[in-house]
């Protein structure tokens, strides 16, 4: 999966971007209001920071020689009325730097809040909809979960933080400019084409440092997974004394990662050298240049000074510009692997060709001639199967594990669509019978238990509106009640990995339970008390036998004892 | 379970409790430099050389006055030219020192913190099975997880700009206190309102953070919770439901950013702002002393760049005050995990017998009790004796005390009454990794690893490959290696994943042979075997089980049906013994369970 993954990475350079740009537009457009203010303010921004470098040069001129102020209107003010008009200018400049700072956070730095939250919204809703054999191979969770997190992260950056930038690089680097050329055209001159080499380098730069510290987060993650396996297993290592292996092979991973994190930040530091070289390549410039022109007459004092700083502000735009061009590109390219999930096609179990409403009919299934072979195998898992079950009759299937138990009861409950053969439920085909209609009908509890991190009651109400009367006597179907009667918190008891640990047997209980509370006509259940003991299951079979008369079950299971309220028998392989 | 939760709870408080044991700041971030001792002369070099790199800095501001007082005022071309080639060279040196000095810091932090983890390592391997029993398994991974990680980025990056900011500080305000004293004070006196700010809205920006990463986990939770449970979603139809909860926890980390944002949005340009003010206050008292003739242009210009290099150095803490505060929280949570006992304080000092002992094999219990907590009785005087080589079924339901059984001669817990003797010798005299290592285990799923199939078959010892092969042909993996062109050296993939169930469970069972323990327990090691492997496991564990006492834990009647004796248990109790056919004939216990099961 992982070489797989970092190949796709590569390969999506290559791939048409068009559909994520459309996206990233029409969000821009929906919030044009809020954008422009936003552009405003970081077009303010850069103008006043432009400005109280400009001040400081002024203020110095003003300081070095008594005949020099830039406004004539104030020319024969008193020269303590001309400080004051400085500095007020100098103060009004800082408080205006604030205010316009404020004024870009809160707005483009909020919409890339609102935008990251609309892609993550977007991402489960297609997912909802895939076909789950999609998050075994294209979209495996895995893939999934870095695209909610890195790819959407470095999305947002496209949806305020590069426009902060861009344009805080067309201002400043524009007001900087200018402010130069007007101050010596020369000097401005040289200065830029000294320091022409730092935008592609820092976009290098920055691409490296993405890289390193994805790697170094990625590694993260399967150490992280590393300690949980070594935390959840640790009973096991004690007994088989295989515990100091587990701590060599953790530290030797730790170690790795140490390496990884390592190269990560010096990757980081590099930027102290860049920064370096391009302050000396600077300052020598001004140098060789300007001191022959101070010490020539062609330029005052105060305007070598303002200079000195008006380089050090080009910087700045220089150094963003490789940022932006590297951040817009990633995310752009994360912004297109996210449409990839949002244009999958949906499970065709979905969407029924016409609406049927389901009505109960005598008989509830109906097989003919069914054939099943996966896409990858040459012999078919099982064919010519032919039954009939009328509706509150009980179907038994039996036969050993691998041999298709499972896939035939998803077929039969319409979760599976991809058979040869006539199925019909209550005589009608799937496919023009509505999804969430036929879901309310059937139940399914599946043999490996899969239970959701909430609180047992919730995960037995779910959509439902239960009361907890009725939610205890499911339980007791399940006999599942005296288990939770112990648990100090009953039916708020959470489940998942901050709360209690059910034995396998408890869960498998819990959801049937689950299944029972919704009703169903029709239950399937894929021998879904294997981990059980027998004492139990002989006791929640007979009850669910005299529970759901007139209910329709459909069993599986590998004994034959498991079996033995079943009208008929299906036996495979 | 009832007092797994009560536990759960105790643990929770005793969270909260830590900062009433006054186990502060100080303290753990003591315990913490500790790690750091190893390798101070690399720290204090690195230290140096940012402070070198702070002086050069200082210096070329410094420099440029005189350049442009000596220099470019006094029109004098020797003199620029000579200051100007020193702040060139200066401030070469200063970026080079820098550097090196945090190249040198972030080496030298993440060895400290490798160590630190190498601690942690170390001690869940001798925390006692009742610790892990109480805690959420979430909380354990976090403290080696999560919380080192909150130690590593402090040490790794903060740190460095901190040290680096701070230097820059120091030398600032020494500076401007050495060129003007007085104007220099009010300077630095004016930087107060920031820190202070910065002081008094930290556990404000503290709460915003915790509360987006608690919200950032809660979503990710929850989308790798729908994704894993997509076809039970599927099957209930609750694909709108999915989305409804989803949403929930899509706006809560919305709102979360939101505020963040808007607390940033006015609280960092504010404190830049505040930053400002000794540029504001120098222009205006500097300024009128200028005026005044009684301050020097080349000082003025001097004082603006000691100004300019207060500014990041604040930004910095406010920046990363945080990242602080969760070290330093991190640091107290690894610091109170570390103090947990090990198992010595619930198993007692370690027992002396091992290697020259050569165990038989024999195993009696003689009215052993057993609580988790004094209270309720796990075990109730039990009784038995089992002779080296016998092969004895353990039976009953859920907590009847047959896994508690397995687990004592193991040594995970302590009884409180009665003895337990492995070869006539009281078990608490056994040496307890030897004892575990003469106990051979095979469990429903077994452990493999990323790494080849020799090391898989002996991860511990360095044994001879000819000993491995021989050991794969007696239990037949070698057929099955041999079919799927499979060697010693093929990788198996992390956690097996490359291998079917059936295989594994062979693995697993080489394994034992290789290691060559006296006992063995086996809990329910067929339950999930595919059809094909069924035979050749059956085969493999008959041979595996030859000269050794066995104790078969089993739910389904299959398992045991090779049994000399089976164990019937009920609330702690022995309550049936014997065959197979006895125990049918007796009608009791056993029939029921026989009966409901064929």
């Known amino acids: 999966m992982n070489a797989s993954s970092s190949a796709s990475i590569k390969n999506q350079d290559l791939k048409d971007t068009t559909r994520a740009k459309k996206l990233w537009f029409s969000f821009i457009v929906d919030h044009w209001k809020i954008y422009l203010l936003g552009f405003s303010s970081v077009l303010l921004t850069a103008f006043v920071q432009v400005l109280s ?3 400081m040069g002024w203020i110095l001129d003003f300081f070095a020689s008594k005949d020099s102020f830039p406004f004539e209107f104030l020319y024969l003010k008193p020269r303590k009325d001309q400080f004051l008009f400085l500095f007020s200018i100098l103060l009004g400049a800082k408080v205006f730097q604030m205010i316009s700072r404020v004024g870009w956070r809160l707005t483009l730095g909020r919409q890339t809040h609102k935008a990251s939250a609309q892609l993550r919204r977007d991402i489960w809703d297609s997912v909802r909809m895939f076909p789950v054999k999609d998050l075994n191979s294209r979209f495996t969770k895995g893939v999934l979960m870095s695209l909610s997190t890195s790819d959407v992260n ?38 830029l084409a000294v320091l022409l080499f730092l935008p592609p380098l820092i976009r ?17 993650g399967e150490f992280n997974d590393l300690c949980s396996q070594v935390i959840a297993t640790i009973r096991l290592q004690r007994v088989t004394q295989t515990g100091e292996f587990w701590r060599a092979r953790m530290i030797e991973e730790a170690d790795t990662y140490r390496h990884k994190r390592l190269d990560a930040v010096n990757t980081s530091l590099l930027y102290i050298p860049t920064m370096g070289a391009t302050t000396i390549i600077s300052l020598s410039v001004l140098f060789i240049i300007g001191i022959q022109y101070v010490l020539a007459g062609k330029m005052s004092i105060g305007d070598f000074v303002a200079m000195q700083g008006l380089v050090f502000l080009l910087q700045d735009p220089l150094f963003e510009l490789g940022f932006i061009i590297s951040d817009w590109k990633k995310g752009i390219t994360s912004l297109t692997s996210l449409c990839e999930v949002y244009d999958n096609p949906q499970d065709r179990v979905l969407n029924a060709d016409e609406t049927i409403e389901v009505h109960n009919e005598k008989e509830t299934l109906y097989v003919e001639g069914l054939k099943f072979q996966f896409e990858d195998s040459d012999t078919p898992l099982f064919e010519n199967i032919n039954l009939s079950l009328e509706k509150g009759k009980r179907l038994g299937i039996l036969g050993p594990i691998g041999r298709g138990k499972s896939t035939l009861v998803d077929i039969l409950c319409g979760l599976r669509r991809n058979h040869e053969g006539v199925v019909l439920f209550n005589g009608h085909r799937f496919k023009m019978l509505e999804h969430n209609q036929l879901r309310s ?69 819990l959801t049937l339970a689950r299944a029972l509370a919704r009703a169903p006509e029709v239950l399937f259940l894929d021998d879904c008390l294997s981990a059980v003991d027998t004492l139990s299951e002989e006791k929640i079979l007979s009850n669910l036998n005299r529970h759901l008369k007139g209910k329709t079950i459909i069993w599986v299971a590998h004994r034959q004892s498991t079996l033995k309220y079943c009208d008929e028998v299906l036996e495979l392989g | 379970m009832n007092q797994k939760q009560s536990f759960l709870e105790a643990d929770e408080q005793d969270d909260k409790n830590i900062k009433k044991n006054a186990l502060s700041d100080v303290k753990s971030f003591k315990y913490l430099l500790k790690f750091a001792a190893p390798y101070k002369f690399q720290f204090i070099f690195s230290i140096a050389a940012m402070m070198m790199s702070s002086f050069f800095t200082l210096s070329s501001a410094r420099l440029m006055g005189s350049f442009v007082e000596d220099g470019l005022l006094a029109r004098s071309y020797k003199e620029s030219a000579f200051y100007a080639i020193a702040i060139v060279s200066v401030s070469a040196f200063s970026f080079l020192f820098m550097w090196l000095g945090r190249k040198l810091l972030t080496k030298y932090s993440s060895l400290a913190i490798l160590d630190i983890r190498k601690v942690l390592f170390q001690h869940l391997q001798v925390l006692p099975i009742f610790f892990y029993d109480t805690q959420p398994q979430g909380r354990v991974v976090t403290r080696v997880t999560h919380d080192v990680e909150g130690i590593e980025q402090f040490f790794t990056s903060t740190l460095g700009r901190l040290v680096s900011a701070l230097f820059l500080t120091t030398m600032s305000i020494s500076a401007m206190l050495l060129t003007n004293f007085w104007l220099g004070l009010a300077l630095v006196g004016s930087v107060f309102p920031a820190i202070i700010f910065i002081y008094f809205t930290r556990n404000i920006v503290r709460n915003v953070n915790r509360r987006m990463s608690k919200d950032s986990s809660a979503l990710n939770s929850k989308l790798s919770e729908f994704i894993n449970g997509l076809s039970v979603i599927r099957s209930f139809g609750l694909e709108e439901w999915s989305n409804d909860e989803y949403e929930v926890a899509v706006s809560t980390h919305e709102r979360s950013q939101l505020d963040a944002n808007f607390l940033y949005g006015w609280s960092r340009p504010l404190i830049s702002f505040l930053c400002t003010t000794p540029i504001i206050l120098l222009v205006w008292f500097g300024g009128k002393e200028v005026l005044a003739g009684t301050m020097g242009v080349g000082v003025f210009v001097a004082f603006v760049r000691y100004c300019e290099r207060f500014f990041n150095p604040i930004m910095t803490l406010a920046r990363e005050v945080h990242v602080i505060q969760q070290a330093f929280t991190s640091a107290e949570r690894v610091v109170s995990f570390l103090e947990h006992k090990p198992e010595e304080s619930v198993l007692g000092i370690n027992g002396l017998i091992k290697d020259e002992h050569t165990m038989q094999g024999r195993i009696d219990f003689d009215n052993v009790w057993m609580s988790y907590n004094e209270e309720d009785w796990i075990l109730k005087g039990l009784n038995f004796s089992i002779k080296a080589g016998d092969k004895i079924g353990l039976v009953g339901r859920t907590g009847c005390g047959k896994s508690t059984t397995v687990n004592l001669i193991s040594r995970l817990y302590e009884f409180q009454k009665g003895d337990i003797l492995v070869d006539g010798v009281s078990i608490r005299l056994f040496n307890r990794e030897y004892l575990r290592s003469m106990i051979g285990f095979v469990a429903q799923d077994p452990v493999l690893f990323r790494g080849s199939f020799a090391q898989n078959l002996s991860p511990m010892k360095n044994v001879s490959k000819e000993e491995i092969l021989y050991q794969c042909d007696t239990t037949g993996l070698s057929k099955i290696m041999h079919k799927n062109g499979f060697t010693l050296d093929t990788e198996i993939f992390e956690g097996g994943s490359n291998l079917s169930v ?9 394994r034992i042979l290789i290691n060559n323990p006296k006992i063995l327990i086996l809990d329910e090691a067929t339950a999930n075997i595919d059809p094909a492997y069924e035979k050749i496991i059956h085969e493999a564990i008959n041979k595996v089980m030859v000269g050794r006492t066995c104790l078969m834990i089993a739910h389904r009647l ?14 702690g109790r022995l309550v049936e013994e014997g065959s197979r056919e006895e125990l049918f004939n007796l009608k009791g216990y056993f029939h029921n369970l026989h009966t409901a099961q064929f």
């Not at chain 1, 400043?172 to 200018?178: A, Q, S």
């Not at chain 1, 290098?204 to 993260?220: C, F, M, T």
Request: charged share 20%; glycine share 6%; net charge negative.
């Open chain 1, 53 to 55: 470098t400009r001040i």
């Open chain 1, 154 to 191: 470095s999305a947002r950056f496209v949806y305020g933080f590069s426009l902060v930038a861009l344009a805080d690089f067309l201002f400043l680097g524009i007001f900087t400019l200018v402010t130069m050329f007007t101050i010596n055209v020369s000097l401005s001159l040289w200065s």
């Open chain 1, 204 to 220: 290098y730069l920055s691409n490296a440092e993405i890289i390193r510290y994805g790697n170094a987060q990625k590694y993260l």
């Open chain 1, 441 to 509: 009908i059937i139940g399914h509890v599946p043999q490996k238990p899969f239970l959701f991190a909430a609180s047992i009651r919730d995960n037995i109400k779910i959509d439902k509106d239960l009361n907890d009367q009725q939610i205890w006597e499911y339980l007791k179907l399940a006999c599942l009640d005296q288990d939770i009667k112990n648990f100090p918190d009953g039916l708020d008891t959470p489940l998942g990995e901050w709360g209690i640990n059910l034995s396998g047997g408890q869960k498998q209980r």
């Open chain 2, 502 to 510: 059936g295989e594994r469970q062979l693995v697993a069972l080489t």
């Open chain 2, 558 to 571: 299959a398992t045991i049906e090779h049994c000399d004796r089976i164990f019937v248990f009920d609330e």
